[in-house]
Antibody, heavy 122, light 110 residues
């Protein structure tokens, strides 16, 4: 059973860069079966996919955030990271990482981290 | 505003059957599998349904789902108090080239 844990600052100033890391345990991030994704949930609102990465470094991002998002992977540390630049109050949300099962027709998030609240405020 | 449309709320009494709808388009539900997630208060989402109508091991058979055209639905029978949660539908969107989530439905067990 995969376990994921987010880590990073809970408070970021406007215009700065939000940085989070997700550490994977119970399995290898180099699995051919999975992509690794970031999803966020603003307070009281629904889920928004941010982007995903394969262990090889292949990425795909939500077009609405693509210009500000960078997701990277470190297979030696079994973790992957999120950077979101030029943040505003609208980026305040619970950020979660998840394993994304990936096949030709099946793509879904099957294990999630507990999520971490990131507040954008001066 | 989410691409997949769900009612914001649903309710039922213990033992009842409730359904939650999810409406999309040809680029998502119409051409891809639908997934359902359950988010209990204060916890991470949990996969409830995959491939539109399949339950992962450990999910009670009280939960069922179906898809028709560009719409999908989740049914919960024998409603229990512990089913009170937010429910999200999701599907790959070919236009987005990524997964889309519905806005979520808050289920209240009266």
């Amino acid at each position: 059973q995969l376990q994921l844990q987010e880590s990073g600052p809970g408070l970021v100033k406007p215009s700065e860069t939000l940085s989070l890391t997700c550490t994977v345990s119970g399995g290898s991030i180099s699995s051919s079966t999975y992509y690794w994704g970031w999803i966020r949930q603003p307070p009281g609102k629904g889920l928004e996919w941010i982007g995903s990465i394969y262990y090889s470094g292949n990425t795909y991002y939500n077009p609405s955030l693509k210009s500000r998002v960078t997701i990277s992977v470190d297979t030696s540390k079994n973790h992957f990271s999120l950077k979101l630049s030029s943040v505003t109050a609208a980026d305040t949300a619970v950020y979660s990482c998840a394993s994304q099962f990936w096949s030709a027709w099946d793509r879904y998030f099957d294990s999630w981290g507990q999520g971490t609240l990131v507040t954008v405020s001066s | 505003q989410s691409v997949l449309t769900q009612p914001p709320s649903a309710s039922g009494t213990p033992g009842q059957r409730v359904t939650i709808s999810c409406s999309g388009s040809s680029s998502n539900i119409g051409s891809n599998y639908v997934y359902w997630y359950q988010q209990l208060p204060g916890t991470a989402p949990k996969l409830l349904i995959y491939r539109s109508d399949q339950r992962p091991s450990g999910v009670p058979d009280r939960f069922s789902a179906s898809k028709s055209g560009t719409s999908a639905s989740l049914a919960i029978s024998g409603l229990r108090s512990e089913d009170e949660a937010d429910y999200y539908c999701a599907a790959w969107d070919d236009s987005l080239s990524g997964p889309e989530f519905g806005g979520g439905t808050k289920l209240t067990v009266l």
